[in-house]
């Protein structure tokens, strides 16, 4: 996702979108909690949001920057 943000190449229509639904759907599933033991989820899922402008503390209700620090 980042690599893709950044290689300045146009993404296909809505597939952005279809991230942030992905992940929001996985983060509500697991209520907050994307890894117990690989902590780098957060910071991937963090990074990748910001390289394609979403706000990663309000996924799904949830602020992935705080949970990665929870640790």
Sequence with gaps: MIALARSG???EDGYYEKY???LEKR?????????ENRYTEYAR???ACKAIGIDPSDI?????VKSSGRF
């Design 27 to 35: 983060v509500k599933e697991q209520e907050g909690v994307l890894s």
């Design 60 to 64: 799904g209700g949830y602020d992935l």
């Design 20 to 22: 942030r639904a992905n």
């Design 9 to 11: 190449k146009a993404a």
């Design 45 to 47: 899922a963090v990074l």
